[in-house]
C-alpha cells in the first residue's frame, strides 16, 4: 500500500478531482452503490434520531438517494434540501422525486460550503462526500452553522486504510484490486482515511464525540451483487486509471471481472468484501 499524503484528515491544497467521473455511467453507479450501502444509511438516519417532520440539508446528494430515502423518512410535514456542486446530476434527482411523487425533496446546485439557507434545519447529512473536500474539517464546521440549536450531524464516509485488514490472508485479485483503488483515490487528492477521520472532524470542531459504526459489505454467492458493484467501481475509475499510468484496461479487464472475482472466491474459500465504510452521527449542544 503506498502511503497517503493526505493521511490523518490533514487539510490539502486543493478539493480532490471527483475520482469517479461525471458521466451518466457514474449517475447509473451511484444508483446501484445506494442498494448496497443504503441499509447502513437507513440506520444511521435511525440512530441519529431522523424523524417525520424534520427539516434536513444533504450535503453532496448526487443522484439523490440519500434525499430521497430521508424525504420517505421526513414525510409531507418535514422537508430535504439536496445539494450538489455537479448541477446535471440534479436533474436525475428531480425526476426521480417527480417519478415517485415526492413533493417534500428540493435540489440546489453549488458547492455546499458556500450556500447560504435563510431557515435553519434539524439534521445535517452527508454520505461519500466530505473525502473528497480539500479540508473537511473546516467544511463541517461551516456545514453545521446551518442547524438549529439541538441539530442533528450525521455522516457516511468510506474507510479505505483497513483494506490490509480484510485482505489477509492475501488473495491476489482482491490485493490488487484495493491497490488500483488506494493508487487511484491517493492521485485524485482524496481523502483514504475519512470514515475513521469523522472522529476527529466531528471534535475538533467541538462536535461531541460521535457514536460510531464501521460497516463491512461482504458476500460469496455467484449472484452476489457486490460482483456488479465492483465492476461499475472498475468503470467509473478506469479513465483515471489509465491517465495516471497505473494499470492499462487490459489489465483492470472489467468484461471479466466479477467472474473473476467469484472464482477467487470459491478458490481461497474468502468471502469478498466491498470498501468498508464509517458511520458517526451526534446532537450539537448533547
Ligand atoms: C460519491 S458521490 C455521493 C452521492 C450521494 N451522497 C450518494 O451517496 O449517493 C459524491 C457527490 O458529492 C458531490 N460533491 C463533492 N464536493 C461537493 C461540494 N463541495 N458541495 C456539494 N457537492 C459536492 C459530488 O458532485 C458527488 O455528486
Known amino acids: 500500500m503506498t502511503k497517503n499524503s493526505s493521511d490523518s484528515l490533514h487539510p490539502i491544497h486543493r478539493d480532490a478531482n471527483y475520482t469517479l467521473g461525471r458521466t451518466s455511467h457514474e449517475t447509473k453507479r451511484l444508483i446501484e452503490q445506494s442498494k448496497i450501502y443504503g441499509e447502513s444509511t437507513r440506520l444511521l438516519c435511525e440512530w441519529a434520531g431522523i424523524h417525520k417532520g424534520m427539516r434536513v440539508l444533504d450535503i453532496g446528494s448526487g443522484a439523490g438517494d440519500v434525499s430521497l430515502m430521508i424525504a420517505e423518512i421526513v414525510g409531507s410535514s418535514g422537508q430535504v434540501v439536496g445539494v450538489d456542486v455537479n448541477p446535471a446530476i440534479l436533474e436525475t434527482a428531480r425526476q426521480r422525486a417527480a417519478n415517485v411523487g415526492l413533493k417534500n425533496v428540493e435540489f440546489i446546485a453549488g458547492d455546499a460550503r458556500t450556500l447560504h439557507f435563510e431557515d435553519k434545519f434539524d439534521a445535517l447529512v452527508g454520505r461519500f462526500v466530505l473525502m473528497y473536500m480539500a479540508d473537511p474539517v473546516t467544511a463541517l464546521k461551516k456545514l453545521i452553522t446551518h442547524l438549529k440549536l439541538d441539530g442533528i450531524v450525521a455522516f457516511q464516509e ?3 486504510t483497513l483494506y490490509p485488514a480484510v485482505s489477509h490472508p492475501s488473495t491476489p485479485l482482491m490485493s490488487q484490486l484495493y491497490e488500483w483503488i488506494l493508487d487511484v483515490f491517493q492521485h485524485s ?43 461499475t467501481i472498475f468503470q467509473s ?14 489489465e483492470v479487464d472489467v468484461d471479466t471481472l466479477a467472474e473473476r472475482l467469484h472464482n477467487e472466491v470459491l478458490l481461497s474459500k474468502r468471502p469478498f468484501f466491498l470498501p468498508l465504510h464509517v458511520t458517526a452521527h451526534a446532537r450539537l449542544g448533547s
Open 158 to 160: 468510506p474507510e479505505y
Open 189 to 231: 487528492g482524496a481523502h483514504l482515511d475519512m470514515g475513521i477521520g469523522l472522529y476527529r472532524a466531528f471534535v475538533e470542531i467541538g462536535l461531541p464525540p460521535p457514536e460510531m459504526h464501521l460497516h463491512a459489505p461482504i458476500g460469496a454467492e455467484g449472484d452476489w451483487t457486490g460482483y456488479r458493484y465492483m465492476v
Open 237 to 250: 475509475l478506469l479513465p483515471l486509471i489509465e491517465k495516471y499510468g497505473i494499470a492499462t484496461a487490459e
